[in-house]
């Protein structure tokens, strides 16, 4: 990722002391700071509120928590507990379990004295094969722009939440293909929701579009209907934080809406993730997928100041369902694919 001109991943290994240091996403887009992380329950913070977020990113970062945690307490027990602190910490994205059963399976058959080494040796390779599967589907994505660039001058995609950089450890699902056709010269341009109530499509996503220079609209959520009801969009490209093995998509609240307007206006609506975000266990993800409920004060107060009469009830659903229906493809590591398609890859 591109910060004022400097590559960085969202999360970085401080390998001499075995650490992690990762951008502390609660401070943008107003500061950049880096936070360093040397236990579990420094990982399991960062997780849970959220200074670090975006399915890839949870996963990885859980990773490098289980190197923690088996560091302390290399013991059978310990790696449990371990495990089962992180798995607690947000419930929807399924790359958590990933990133976790990846650590788990390369080092529960060691002696415990084994364990820490190959513990962080395997979160490292979990975070460079995801920032190899975001820049494999970056390419893929972008002959998919190319070949709808055919039909318009300027491109118009519409994003939601942030699935670049931030929420993966490098490129991105979502924006990945969009900064992949920026960087050769494809005239491109992306309607930001704002994404309430947390605002990562403008505090996020607008401030990594703004330091690759890829211009973009900040739009209020509401307003992304009638801009695909006028024409103003070629095509919608959003993250997911668990697919299911047909091709239901649990992404950011807000998705499913979208997914509506673009088929009642003939928009394609693509999905972007790796792999990792599938989950082959379930497969009507309306009905099996958890959905996290947050604090309602996400909703009744914006920067920390009511926008509600005081006691106002609010719900908070992080996370909508949009049916595989709705779905036009997949823009994977592996390929593109409808849902079809891509339920073929189910192991059973
Ligand atoms: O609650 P968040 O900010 O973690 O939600 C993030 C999203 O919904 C993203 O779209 C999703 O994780 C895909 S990230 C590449």
Redesign the pocket.
Same mark, same amino acid.
Request: charged letters at 15%; proline letters at 2%.
């Given at each position: 990722m591109n910060i004022a001109g400097t590559n960085h991943r969202a999360i970085e290994p401080i390998s001499s002391l075995q650490h992690v240091k990762i951008l502390d996403?609660t401070k943008l887009p107003h500061t950049v700071e880096w936070r360093v992380l040397t236990s579990i329950h420094d990982v399991a913070e960062a997780i849970s509120v959220?200074r670090v977020?975006?399915?890839?990113?949870?996963g990885a970062s859980a990773a490098f928590g289980l190197f923690f945690g088996v560091r302390d307490n290399a013991s059978d027990e310990g790696l449990q507990k371990a495990y089962d602190l992180l798995f607690a910490t *947000?419930p929807?994205?399924v790359?958590l379990r990933w990133g976790l059963d990846r650590v788990r399976l390369a080092i529960e058959a060691l002696a415990p004295e084994q364990r820490a080494t190959a513990a962080w040796l395997e979160a490292c390779r979990v975070s460079d094969e995801d920032v190899a599967a975001?820049e494999a589907l970056g390419r893929n994505g972008l002959d998919l722009l190319r070949n709808l660039t055919r039909r318009t001058d300027r491109l118009e995609i519409m994003t939601?939440?942030?699935?670049?950089w931030l929420?993966?450890v490098d490129w991105?699902?979502?924006?990945a293909p969009i900064y992949k056709a920026h960087d050769s010269g494809v005239a491109i341009h992306v309607w930001v929701s704002e994404?309430r109530p *947390?605002g990562?499509g403008s505090a996020?996503t607008c401030w990594e579009l703004k330091e690759h220079g890829v211009p973009h609209t900040l739009i209020a959520d509401n307003n992304a209907g009638h801009l695909l009801q006028r024409g103003l969009v070629d095509a919608c490209i959003?993250?997911?934080?668990r697919v299911s093995s047909r091709g239901d998509v649990?992404?950011?609240?807000g998705?499913y809406m979208k997914a509506l307007a673009a088929k009642a206006h003939d928009v394609p609506f693509f999905v972007?993730?790796p792999f990792s975000?599938i989950d082959w266990n379930v497969e009507d993800g309306i009905k099996d997928i958890p959905i996290?409920q947050?604090d309602a004060k996400e909703v009744t107060h914006l920067a920390g100041l009511p926008v509600a009469p005081v006691g106002t009830s609010a719900r908070n659903d992080?996370?909508d369902v949009t049916p595989s229906t709705l779905v036009t493809a997949f823009i994977t590591e592996r390929g593109v694919f409808t849902p079809k398609e891509l339920s073929t890859f189910c192991p059973w």
């Open positions: 996403q959220m977020r975006g399915a890839p990113l949870i *947000r929807t994205a790359n975001n939601h939440c942030n699935a670049g929420a993966t991105g699902t979502a924006l994404t *947390r990562q996020l959003v993250g997911a934080d649990a992404n950011k609240i998705t972007a993730m975000t996290e947050r992080a996370f």
